[in-house]
């Protein structure tokens, strides 16, 4: 999983089973992530499990944003 959040855009990636999820969200879309996961979960066609949800939700709630990248590293 990849948190990275700068200039208040925030990307939370998960990868499960050969597939990508990837949410980008706002600052002020935070709470609303959550709700979002469960869409997920809820949706048959999906490889993402209410397991999968609680475990991504947990990490948005607990985990720190990965260090915007310096704007001078030429890499």
């Known amino acids: 999983m990849t948190w990275f959040a ?15 999820y990837v949410v980008l969200f ?15 979960a809820a ?4 490889n993402f499990t209410w397991a999968d949800a609680a475990i991504l ?3 948005l709630n ?3 944003p990965l260090p915007a990248a310096d704007p001078d ?3």
Do not use: M, Y
């Not at 706002?26 to 997920?40: A, C, E, K, M, Y």
């Open 43 to 46: 949706n048959p066609g999906l």
């Open 73 to 75: 590293c030429p890499f």
């Open 62 to 64: 607990h985990s720190q």
């Open 6 to 20: 700068q200039d208040g855009l925030n990307l939370l990636t998960h990868a499960i089973k050969g597939h990508q």
């Open 57 to 59: 939700a947990n990490r």
């Open 26 to 40: 706002s600052d002020d879309q935070r709470s609303q992530v959550p709700n979002f996961l469960g869409r997920w």
